[in-house]
C-alpha cells in the first residue's frame, strides 16, 4: 500500500469508526507523564498488553476475543522499570497488571496469601519474603511516578488510543520505545455495519437487515441467516505502518509476530520487518512463547533468546519438545547455560521469566538506537 492510499485508510478508520468515552482522559494523563519524563531525559517505553476485543453489536452482548492474558506485557514493563524506563502501559481492561499480576488470575485467590494475627489480616510465612520484594517494586514506582496505567477494551478503542499516546510521544525523540505485545484482532466490524442490539438466535425473532440498526443500507456484518449466524468481518488496516511513518517517526518501534506453525515463524517475523522497516521483530511460538522467542533486527539479524531447560516454568501449558523447531539453524541449545537435567525447577532455584531476557536486549539494541540517531543528527 502506498503512502498516499494508507493515509486515506487511515483516516476512513478513524472517521467511521468514534474515539472512546475516555480518550480525553487519557490523553490528558499521558501528556503530564510524557512531558515529565521527557524533562528529566528519561526513556520511556508504551508496551501494548492483551488481546483486543471485536464487538458484534452497538449494545454489545456477544464479541470475538483471544487468548492473550496479558503476561508478556505486564512482565516486561516491569522489567522495562528495573532497566530505568518510565512505562506507559497500555493494556486490555482486566488483563495481567504490572506487579499484582503475581496475586491475580491464578488458581489460587491472592486470600491463600493470608492469614489472621493478631486480629489483623498479614501475609502468611511463606509469602511474606517474595511480597516484600514485589510490594518494594511496586512502591517504588509508584513514588517515582514512572508507571502509567491506561486501558481498551476494543479493537478500536486500541488504535484511537495507540494514535494518539504515539502522536504525544513524538518530543522524546529516539528515546521512545514502542513494544507492540498486544494481541491486536486482524479482523473487526466496522461501525457502519454493526447492527444496534442484540443478535436474536430465533428465526422468530430475527432482524430484517433494514430495521437492525443503522448499516446505512448496508448488509450487517454479523447477522443470521435462517439458523446460523454469519459473521462476515473485514481486515483492519495494517497500523504499524501508520505508527513507524507518521505517527512516531523517530522512536524505536518493537512489535511482536505470533505463530503457531514453526515453519512460519522466522520467514513470517523477516517479512513483517522488511514490510514496515521498523527496527525490531521478536517472534515467538503459541506454544514455546514462555520459553523462547526469535528476535529478528536489521542491527543484528536474527539472534534467539532461550530460557535453560532447567529454569523454564512449568505452569503453562506449552508444549516443551517444540523449542528450537522454529529455529531454521537448529542451534537450540546456543547459548544456554549448562543444563540440570531435570523435568522440575528444583526447590530452592526459581524459574527464569523469559521477559527477564528479553527486557535487557530491547534496551541494549536501544541504546545503539539512540546512539546512530544522535550520530545522524551531528
Ligand atoms: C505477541 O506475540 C505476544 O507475545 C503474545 C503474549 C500475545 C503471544 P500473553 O499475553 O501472550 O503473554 O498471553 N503479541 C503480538 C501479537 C500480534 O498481534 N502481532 C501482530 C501480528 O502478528 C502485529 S503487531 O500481525
Given at each position: 500500500?502506498?503512502?498516499a492510499?494508507l493515509?486515506?485508510?487511515?483516516?476512513?478508520?478513524?472517521?467511521?469508526?468514534?474515539?472512546?468515552?475516555d480518550?480525553?482522559?487519557n490523553?490528558?494523563?499521558?501528556?503530564?507523564?510524557?512531558?515529565?519524563?521527557?524533562?528529566?531525559?528519561?526513556?520511556?517505553?508504551?508496551?501494548?498488553?492483551?488481546?483486543?476485543?471485536?464487538?458484534?453489536e452497538?449494545?454489545?452482548?456477544?464479541?470475538?476475543?483471544?487468548?492473550?492474558?496479558g503476561?508478556?506485557?505486564?512482565?516486561?514493563?516491569?522489567?522495562?522499570?528495573?532497566?530505568?524506563?518510565?512505562?506507559?502501559?497500555?493494556?486490555?481492561?482486566?488483563?495481567?497488571?504490572?506487579?499484582?499480576?503475581?496475586?491475580?488470575?491464578?488458581?489460587?485467590?491472592?486470600?491463600?496469601?493470608?492469614?489472621?494475627?493478631?486480629?489483623?489480616?498479614?501475609?502468611?510465612?511463606?509469602?511474606?519474603?517474595?511480597?516484600?520484594?514485589?510490594?518494594?517494586?511496586?512502591?517504588?514506582?509508584?513514588?517515582?511516578?514512572?508507571?502509567?496505567?491506561?486501558?481498551?477494551?476494543?479493537?478500536?478503542?486500541?488504535?484511537?488510543?495507540?494514535?494518539?499516546?504515539?502522536?504525544?510521544?513524538?518530543?522524546?525523540?529516539?528515546?521512545?520505545?514502542?513494544?507492540?505485545?498486544?494481541?491486536?484482532?486482524?479482523?473487526?466490524?466496522?461501525?457502519?455495519?454493526?447492527?444496534?442490539?442484540?443478535?436474536?438466535s430465533?428465526?422468530?425473532?430475527?432482524?430484517?437487515?433494514?430495521?437492525?440498526?443503522?448499516?446505512?443500507?448496508?448488509?450487517?456484518?454479523?447477522?443470521t441467516?435462517?439458523?446460523?449466524?454469519?459473521?462476515?468481518?473485514?481486515?483492519?488496516?495494517?497500523?504499524l505502518?501508520?505508527?513507524?511513518?507518521?505517527?512516531?517517526?523517530?522512536?524505536?518501534?518493537?512489535?511482536?509476530?505470533?505463530?503457531?506453525?514453526?515453519?512460519?515463524?522466522?520467514?513470517?517475523?523477516?517479512?513483517?520487518?522488511?514490510?514496515?522497516?521498523?527496527?525490531?521483530?521478536?517472534?515467538?511460538?503459541?506454544?514455546?512463547?514462555?520459553?523462547?522467542v526469535?528476535?529478528?533486527?536489521?542491527?543484528?539479524?536474527?539472534?534467539?533468546?532461550?530460557?535453560?531447560?532447567?529454569?523454564?516454568?512449568?505452569?503453562?501449558?506449552?508444549?516443551?519438545?517444540?523449542?528450537?523447531?522454529?529455529?531454521?539453524?537448529?542451534?537450540?541449545?546456543?547459548?544456554?547455560?549448562?543444563?540440570i537435567?531435570t523435568?522440575?525447577?528444583?526447590?530452592?532455584?526459581?524459574?527464569?521469566?523469559?521477559?527477564?531476557?528479553?527486557?535487557?536486549?530491547?534496551?541494549?539494541?536501544?541504546?545503539?538506537?539512540?546512539?546512530?540517531?544522535?550520530?545522524?543528527?551531528?
Amino acid at each position: 500500500m502506498d503512502s498516499a492510499a494508507l493515509q486515506s485508510a487511515e483516516s476512513h478508520y478513524f472517521t467511521n469508526n468514534p474515539p472512546p468515552k475516555d480518550l480525553k482522559v487519557n490523553i490528558t494523563l499521558a501528556r503530564e507523564f510524557i512531558t515529565r519524563h521527557a524533562d528529566q531525559g528519561r526513556r520511556v517505553v508504551l508496551v501494548t498488553s492483551g488481546g483486543t476485543i471485536v464487538p458484534l453489536e452497538t449494545q454489545m452482548v456477544r464479541y470475538i476475543d483471544n487468548f492473550s492474558a496479558g503476561t508478556r506485557g505486564a512482565t516486561s514493563a516491569e522489567y522495562f522499570l528495573q532497566n530505568g524506563y518510565a512505562v506507559i502501559f497500555l493494556h486490555r481492561q482486566f488483563s495481567l497488571l504490572p506487579y499484582s499480576r503475581h496475586y491475580s488470575h491464578n488458581t489460587r485467590s491472592f486470600l491463600d496469601f493470608m492469614k489472621e494475627g493478631d486480629g489483623r489480616v498479614v501475609v502468611d510465612e511463606q509469602h511474606q519474603e517474595e511480597m516484600m520484594y514485589v510490594l518494594r517494586q511496586y512502591m517504588e514506582a509508584k513514588r517515582n511516578n514512572t508507571l502509567l496505567i491506561l486501558s481498551f477494551v476494543t479493537i478500536t478503542e486500541y488504535l484511537w488510543d495507540l494514535r494518539e499516546v504515539a502522536k504525544l510521544m513524538r518530543p522524546l525523540g529516539p528515546k521512545a520505545i514502542f513494544y507492540l505485545a498486544a494481541a491486536v484482532s486482524d479482523f473487526f466490524v466496522p461501525q457502519d455495519r454493526m447492527v444496534e442490539h442484540k443478535i436474536q438466535s430465533s428465526e422468530e425473532f430475527a432482524q430484517n437487515a433494514e430495521d437492525s440498526g443503522d448499516t446505512s443500507g448496508k448488509l450487517p456484518a454479523a447477522r443470521t441467516e435462517g439458523r446460523s449466524l454469519i459473521i462476515d468481518l473485514e481486515p483492519v488496516p495494517k497500523f504499524l505502518k501508520s505508527l513507524v511513518d507518521g505517527w512516531a517517526p523517530e522512536g524505536m518501534i518493537v512489535s511482536f509476530k505470533l505463530e503457531t506453525d514453526p515453519s512460519l515463524l522466522v520467514k513470517k517475523a523477516t517479512h513483517s520487518l522488511k514490510n514496515y522497516q521498523h527496527h525490531l521483530v521478536i517472534g515467538n511460538l503459541l506454544l514455546t512463547r514462555k520459553w523462547e522467542v526469535v528476535f529478528v533486527s536489521s542491527i543484528d539479524g536474527e539472534k534467539w533468546i532461550r530460557v535453560p531447560s532447567n529454569r523454564r516454568t512449568k505452569s503453562f501449558s506449552g508444549v516443551e519438545s517444540l523449542v528450537g523447531a522454529a529455529d531454521p539453524t537448529g542451534k537450540k541449545d546456543a547459548g544456554e547455560e549448562p543444563a540440570i537435567q531435570t523435568h522440575s525447577i528444583p526447590q530452592g532455584i526459581p524459574a527464569v521469566e523469559i521477559e527477564s531476557l528479553i527486557v535487557p536486549e530491547v534496551a541494549a539494541l536501544h541504546t545503539k538506537f539512540i546512539q546512530e540517531m544522535q550520530a545522524r543528527k551531528s
